[in-house]
């Protein structure tokens, strides 16, 4: 999860950066390395743009990228990104780049007011996920997905960009309501979050004007800023030679372009160019130290640096350097996650690097301590570090990382046909700003290929000792006032002083027994029945279903969405419900209990080590009403992934250092969740909704003390003792003869028992009447609101396969109503979450939610508005645009999921967990037909009813 924030954080240290402190604290500490405008030499052989990019410049100064894809199928994606951002601010207009973004949907010189978001909704392109846009320091970018099959769509995409890059109307009253929009923004990344950035930012960026450009801005200026201001900003730096546009997607590349020329060149270039600004960071050349200490501080996290130029992939050299870099890398990770593994004094613990600001790169050292295990983690980590400086990597670990690396190169030539369009139209952004080339995917597999194939143990050596040079110039510690740390100067001269003179080389421990032994398999089991459940069509994979002598059942679902891959789904039902109460937690820990302990005597480390090179994983997933398994693997490796599944049934691993880890995770949460404010008041939520059961609301000390190992393995036996109560289903590039061949000796082979477990009701009533929570936490001045509804659906005869559909399609125009509303209109609110959800099993139990943050004295008005507006939904008609856009928005999103691996995958698990044993699904167009004014306002009376409901006020203290 690290790797997949650090990349929308790479984008901005912006606004989506300030609501994930775990990691939030890990990658804004990157930009300290950063030296923007200097982007270094690049030497060697330069690399070659694909030759299907259709690159070009404007006479206005615009330029522009271009690129045919087929996947997603019907999909055009479009950008403008524009090369200016919060760096350029003057100092009375700090925050004005991001509002003048936000102002972008509220009217230009085609579309007034919020008309924008209107007419992609009308195209099925919600507003979110297919139109939106990001600031950063140093540029904006505007993103827009389109159908391929609409040629209008295609022509007013072109003038939104058109407007966007010069005819933004500032009308006054869009203006006001906006700057409430944003302020309620920075009130969201405020908390925690917003203090540790307050401090980061200074520290990181010393005497330099990005110490104070926080994207976010100043509140009083964002209140304040005159409109002509925020059009001088607008006006100086959105200039044509400032921008590209960029295109990717299922359309002829020259038609494209002969559309954007048309409509594009008509853009005004400005009088004069103008040159943009840079402003350099200088490299830190002494050790500094930061220590956060805040009492809403989830737990100690520590932050360590270093800094080396950034590795454009300019030439093949550039290439090489990168890849070898990121080999020294993920094998520090491997060695890091085997002193994980041993669960004595890390819980948690990464290495990575990343480019920043396009200038230099960062690499950075992060871990978790245990609690009270601070000094002798810190001491554990630096003696990694010194050793894999001092000796670098064994000829064993280059290999695995060779074998990790064709695999994942081969993935992606196999997938090239698939790759994702709105992954290359980011990844095109990212190649603009930094000046890279945009390889072939024949190209780049070669070159990977060769890199990979020649390096060398001497030439990775070399390179980590550039990047474990001296421990890094920053140190941050992140902690609560609680932890117990030792003091700031212990701390400091830890850092900067301590030194093992003991180390010696990694020495492999790895056990040379096969992971899995032959005789680990038992009898293999007879096919007794085989049935197709769907036959192969146009709009449909190819279902069958096996089951075999001991009563396991075999689904395969051949697709050629992803080649090469297929992912995996086994279920059973009863789960976590067959626990009691004072059962609870001692069945949901063994998930994790088991899953953090590996298999057959080897650790998780160790499994990774055996299977170098292959594409399988394998986890177990306890939920609520069923228990499993989940997995992906590449196709060639099938067999291996099948031994993987029969071990967590026969040989599945119990060590004490997984446990340890188990508790540890479970206490620390104990003491941030009563400190951290939003989950706090989450959990008096859920008292009120629930009750005080262990399975609704998280353990306490007391409880933990009472939680025991021997019934957490118990209860994991016990919910996989018996293979002949599960489902395995298995989507994707996989042939159905292999799986049932397979399946007969990994499968059919393992214990099964007459019994079939059965989900139990474990739920509560939901309260009635409207019972209201005023929850007082936290020191920052933030409100939020929380409106939960639940209950029972009866029992209905006949296809319930549409009732998810439109529930969605319900819940959609729940959102855009309370969107314009509370958002749009009254500006009291940067974002509203809308949710419903419907089990049905073991019960029609449903769960709905409407939650958003707001000023706290405004916090109770608005929630008894959104409660009127649910009021008005009842006896409102829904109008003919708002449906003809809510039926376009569920066609369009059927029409991308039904391609996925996941739709089906989700899909089938669902259908037999429910007792359905069917690949039925939802007919698009039946559903379509029935997104009308009758069901949804019906939908909303049984979901969203004004009558009963439990409000959730969180208020600061």
């Known amino acids: 999860m690290i790797h997949c924030i650090m990349m929308a954080m790479k984008k901005s240290f912006g606004k989506t950066l300030r609501f994930f402190l775990p990691f939030f604290l890990c990658i804004v500490f990157l930009g300290a ?238 009088e004069k160019k103008i040159n943009r600004p840079e402003y350099p960071i200088s490299v830190p050349k002494t050790k500094k130290e930061l220590f956060l200490s805040d009492p809403e501080t989830p737990y100690t996290q520590v932050f360590t640096g270093s800094l080396f130029p950034s590795i454009l992939k300019k030439t093949v050299d550039d290439y090489r350097l990168f890849t070898v870099m990121e080999t020294a890398q993920s094998v520090f990770n491997a060695r890091l996650r085997e002193k994980t593994d041993e669960g004595t004094l890390l819980i948690d613990a990464e290495s990575f690097s990343t480019e920043i600001l396009r200038s230099m790169n960062a690499g950075i050292t992060w871990f978790r301590p245990r609690k009270g295990s601070f000094y002798d983690a810190f001491r554990s980590m630096m003696d990694e570090a010194d050793r894999f400086s001092q000796f670098g990597i064994t000829e064993a670990e280059l290999e695995r990382e060779k074998k990790r690396m064709r695999g994942d190169a081969l993935d992606l030539w196999q997938n090239r046909e698939k790759r994702d369009s709105g992954l290359l139209a980011d990844n095109l952004v990212e190649h603009i700003l930094a000046g890279t080339p945009l390889l072939s995917p024949d190209d780049e597999y070669e070159l990977a290929l060769d890199t990979i194939n020649t390096l060398t143990v001497e030439e990775v050596n070399t390179a980590v000792k550039q990047i474990f040079t001296d421990r890094g110039s920053r140190l941050v510690v992140s902690s609560s006032p609680r932890a117990g740390l030792p003091s700031k100067g212990k701390i400091k001269q830890l850092w900067k002083s301590y030194r093992n003179n003991s180390l010696s080389p990694y020495e492999e421990n790895l056990d040379d027994r096969p992971l899995y032994p032959s005789e680990l398999a038992g009898q293999p089991g007879a096919l007794v029945k085989e049935r197709v459940l769907m036959a192969g069509g146009p709009e449909n994979p190819p279902v069958v279903e096996f089951t075999f002598s001991n009563g396991a059942r075999v689904v395969v679902c051949y697709t050629d969405f992803q080649k090469g891959l297929f992912m995996f789904n086994a279920v059973s039902r009863g789960g976590l419900s067959l626990a009691d109460d004072d059962e609870y937690l001692h069945a949901a820990v063994s998930e994790d209990y088991a899953g953090m302990s590996g298999l057959n005597g080897f650790r998780n480390s160790d499994i990774t080590k055996k299977l170098a090179g292959k594409r399988v994983s394998v986890k177990p997933v306890l939920e609520e009403f069923s228990a499993g398994l989940r997995g992906t693997a590449a196709s060639g490796d099938i067999e291996d992934f099948f031994q993987l599944v029969n071990m967590y049934f026969a040989a599945p691993n119990f060590t004490s250092a997984a446990w340890e880890r188990v ?295």
């Open 33 to 270: 390395c950063s030296t923007a405008g200097d982007t270094g030499v690049s030497t060697g052989v330069p690399l070659e743009n694909d030759p299907a990019l259709v690159s070009g410049v404007l006479e206005n100064g615009l330029s522009y990228r271009i690129l045919t894809n087929s996947y997603p199928e019907n999909r055009i994606f479009l950008r403008l990104a524009v090369k200016a951002g919060s760096i350029l601010e003057d100092n009375d207009q700090r925050g004005i780049a991001h509002l003048v973004e936000h102002m972008a949907f509220n009217g230009s010189a085609h579309f007034a007011g919020n008309e924008l978001d209107s007419y992609f909704e009308s195209l099925g392109m919600a507003f979110g996920p297919d139109i939106n846009a990001y600031t950063s320091f140093d540029e904006t970018v505007y993103m827009l997905e389109i159908p391929a099959d609409n040629s209008e769509a295609l022509r007013v995409s072109f003038t939104v960009i058109a407007d966007w890059a010069g005819a933004l109307s500032f009308d006054k009253m869009e203006l006001e309501r906006e700057r409430g929009v944003v302020l309620e923004e920075w009130r969201l990344g405020r908390g925690v979050e917003g203090r540790a950035w307050d401090a980061l930012l200074p520290f990181l960026f010393p005497s330099s004007r990005y110490a104070n450009r926080d994207t976010i801005g100043k509140p009083d200026i964002i209140r304040s800023v005159s409109r002509q201001r925020v059009v001088d900003f607008y006006k100086k730096w959105y200039r044509p030679e400032l921008m590209t546009v960029v295109i990717v997607g299922d359309a002829d590349s020259a038609l494209l372009e002969k559309e954007l020329r048309a409509q594009l060149s008509a853009i005004p270039a400005g």
């Open 663 to 957: 508790k540890t995770d479970i206490e620390e949460n104990i003491e941030s969740n009563k400190n951290y404010p939003r989950w706090a008041f989450y959990e008096e939520m859920r008292k009120v909704i629930y009750g005080k059961s262990p399975r609704f609301v998280y353990p306490d000390a007391e409880f933990l003390e009472k939680l025991n190992r021997e019934k957490a393995e118990q209860w994991y036996r016990e919910l996989f003792h018996n293979a002949g109560d599960f489902t395995f289903i298995f989507t994707g590039d996989i042939d159905p003869d292999e799986v049932k061949r397979l399946a007969g000796i990994y499968l059919a082979s393992l214990p099964a028992a007459e019994e079939k477990k059965e989900a139990r009701d474990i739920y509560p009533p939901f309260p009635p009447g409207k019972p209201l929570l005023r929850f007082k936490k936290g020191i920052e001045k933030q409100g939020a609101v929380r409106i939960h509804f639940g209950g029972i659906n009866p029992e209905i005869e006949g296809d319930t396969f549409a009732e998810k559909d439109l529930i969605a399609a319900m819940t959609n125009f729940v959102e855009i109503r309370l969107r314009n509303s509370i958002r749009e209109k009254m500006g009291a609110t940067y974002g509203i979450g809308v949710y419903c959800t419907q089990e049905n099993y073991p019960l029609r139990r449903w769960d709905a939610q409407i939650v958003f943050g707001c000023e706290p004295d405004r916090a109770e008005q608005l929630a008894g508005q959104v409660v009127q507006e649910l009021a008005e939904m009842l006896v409102s008609p829904i109008t003919a645009d708002e449906l003809a856009a809510l039926r376009e928005i569920f066609i369009r999103s059927r029409e991308t999921a039904a391609k996925t691996n996941e739709f089906w995958l989700a899909q089938l698990k669902e259908n037999y967990r429910r007792g359905e044993e069917s690949a039925h699904y939802s007919d698009a167009e039946f559903v379509r037909q029935l997104i009308n004014d009758d069901t949804l306002r019906r939908l909303i009376g049984r979901y969203f009813s004004p009558s009963n409901y439990v409000t959730g006020i969180l208020l600061p203290e």
